[in-house]
């Protein structure tokens, strides 16, 4: 099955569909938010035929010619089917809710109905999913249109760029094409930073929401452990797994979280979630949301072992200043030094290692028996549908234990990680702090092909570890005003509420965010 001709199908059926009697004018999708979406629509001054023809118009123009960004598996072949669809809905007086006809990119291990969900790897090529993953729906519910899947780092392994075997070559940065999106939701961040979509879905264990969006100024939000589900997401490890939004602004990012966040049956996780009430967000939207605010530097997360151990790029760390300045200057108190005490905490001795992706994916595997090309780690092996760059990780894999949750270690694991994130509570109680901040990368984006520069990523420990919710946002640009750089804002478990608030204040006072000029 190959991808790439479908973008051209498109532009056949583009033509060869029935003209709509209004006219319409020339739609710049570029930089588009979901407001301005919703209320061209009730102006009645834009059709979602109009937005989806845009979108597809662009993604021809800049994925693979013009740019090359290399963002887009597959689109889809329904799009224009579902916008006349919705447009007559509108028509009629019912539009389908928050987010109706607002076109998204959606990661590729996000099992979409009528579309591939491969995970990057060419062993699961052709599988189309008999159901929509958890967000998918959710967001379809709220009248979302899924405009195309995007290439992501091959079974969600690399942080650090995006190449997979089911798409050929890396994604680009539209901001340098030479450039890295970071990983693993490289191609959902190159999508929508250039404007291929409103906002998007990807999915981060350790990095991989808020790095991608770091590296290319977007806002990305990675949940509490148990807000949001990950049914229908191909598992990378599901004591850190957790899918999000990714879009080009903190609105747009928490439009999309308030109709994917709750409780969902499958996800057992989520049960945590059960006797809460989810915050109307939108309510935590305040530009002075910063005034009276404490905010802890979190040094451990960029100092000590952070990028990789070789500390941060000058012009990284000037940026950082000043975002932290831009805090004072909007009202906030900037506690520093508020390192926290980790000194007691540890990993029991001799209870193992909770290795959790061998059992993760077995059990996906499971769940499709009879529905997908392959059906196990060692069958993806003998295939050798895979980027090389995968082996060795592939090969562990298939090699080790696979240590079911409610083994030894992996219930050692899990209290490790309680423990873990009653220091950073405790800590953050001692100092009265609403939030920590840290450059979300110490580094700027690498040249594509380059494993020998310092990476930078700040994001695997502290979030991942805790199961508490970090936002990227925009925070400036290095190599010569050129090259994003993201600040996260990381705090209390269940207090996304708090976390916006401050981020969307954050991003009012200095609007940092600007579209890529993609050699325009």
């Known amino acids: ?38 209320t061209s629509f009730r102006a009645r001054t834009l059709t979602c035929r109009a937005l989806v023809e845009a979108y597809l118009a662009r993604i021809a123009a800049h994925d693979a010619a013009g740019a090359r960004l290399n963002a887009i598996t597959v689109t889809n072949p329904q799009a224009l089917v579902d916008a006349d669809a919705m447009d007559r809905d509108f028509a009629a007086g019912r539009p389908r809710g928050p987010l109706h006809c607002v076109p998204m990119i959606v990661k590729d291990n996000f099992e979409t109905l009528g579309m591939q969900s491969a995970a990057g790897s060419l062993a699961l090529e052709g599988f189309v999913s008999d ?47 030479s450039r890295v999106t970071a990983g693993s939701s490289g191609g959902t961040a190159a999508a ?34 148990g807000l949001t589900s990950r049914t229908g997401v191909v598992p990378l490890n599901l004591q850190a797994d957790i899918a999000g939004p990714m879009a080009r602004t ?40 910063l005034k009276g605010a404490r905010i802890g530097v979190l040094r451990q997360a960029y100092e000590r072992g952070g990028g990789g151990g070789v500390g941060v790029d000058p012009e990284v760390a000037a940026v950082f200043a000043a975002a ?13 030094p508020a390192a926290i005490d980790f000194s007691t905490v540890r990993r029991e001795q001799g209870a193992g290692t909770c290795a959790g992706f061998p059992y993760d994916i077995a059990q996906w595997f499971a769940h499709h028996a009879g529905k997908t090309p392959v059906s196990s780690l060692a069958d993806v092996l003998r295939s050798r549908r895979y980027h090389p760059s995968v082996q060795s990780r592939l090969q562990s894999a298939a090699e080790a234990k696979a240590t079911a949750p409610d083994s030894p270690a992996c219930q050692a694991e899990g209290r490790y990680r309680a423990a873990y994130g009653a ?41 991942p570890t805790s ?23 990381f705090g209390r478990a269940w207090d996304e509420a708090t976390l916006i608030r401050l981020s969307y204040a954050y991003e009012q006072a200095t609007r940092h965010r600007r579209a890529p000029s993609m050699g325009q």
């Open 192 to 225: 929508v930073a250039a404007s291929f979509g409103a906002a998007g879905l990807g999915s981060d264990t350790g990095n991989s929401i808020r790095g991608p969006s770091a590296h290319q100024a977007l806002v990305g939000i990675r949940s509490t452990m």
């Open 250 to 289: 903190v609105a747009d990012a928490v439009a999309i979280f308030q109709v994917i966040a709750g409780v969902d049956p499958d996800d057992p996780v989520t049960a945590a979630a059960g006797g809460r009430t989810i915050p109307q967000y939108s309510e935590s939207l305040r530009a002075d949301g």
């Open 467 to 489: 199961g508490f919710p970090a936002i990227n946002v925009p925070m400036g640009y290095t190599r010569g005003n050129r090259l994003p750089a993201g600040i996260t804002f």
């Open 423 to 463: 220091a950073i509570t405790a800590r953050m109680d001692e100092l009265k702090l609403d939030a920590y901040v840290y450059p979300t990368w110490s580094f700027p984006p690498r040249l594509i092909g380059d494993l020998n520069t310092p990476h930078g990523d700040n994001s695997q420990v502290f979030s």
């Open 324 to 336: 932290v300045n831009a805090l004072e200057a909007a009202g906030a108190t900037v506690v520093d």
């Open 131 to 177: 159901r929509d993953a958890f967000q998918v729906a959710r967001i379809k519910a709220a009248g979302a249109l899924v405009l195309a899947k995007s290439n992501m780092a091959e079974w969600a392994f690399s942080p650090y760029e995006t190449v997979s075997s089911v798409h050929p070559g890396y994604t680009r940065n539209p901001y340098d094409t």
């Open 1 to 38: 099955m190959t991808m790439r001709p479908l973008l051209p199908l498109f532009l056949v059926v583009l033509g060869s569909l029935p003209i709509h009697a209004t006219p319409q004018r020339s739609v710049d999708v570029v930089e588009l938010s979901i407001a301005q979406i919703q």
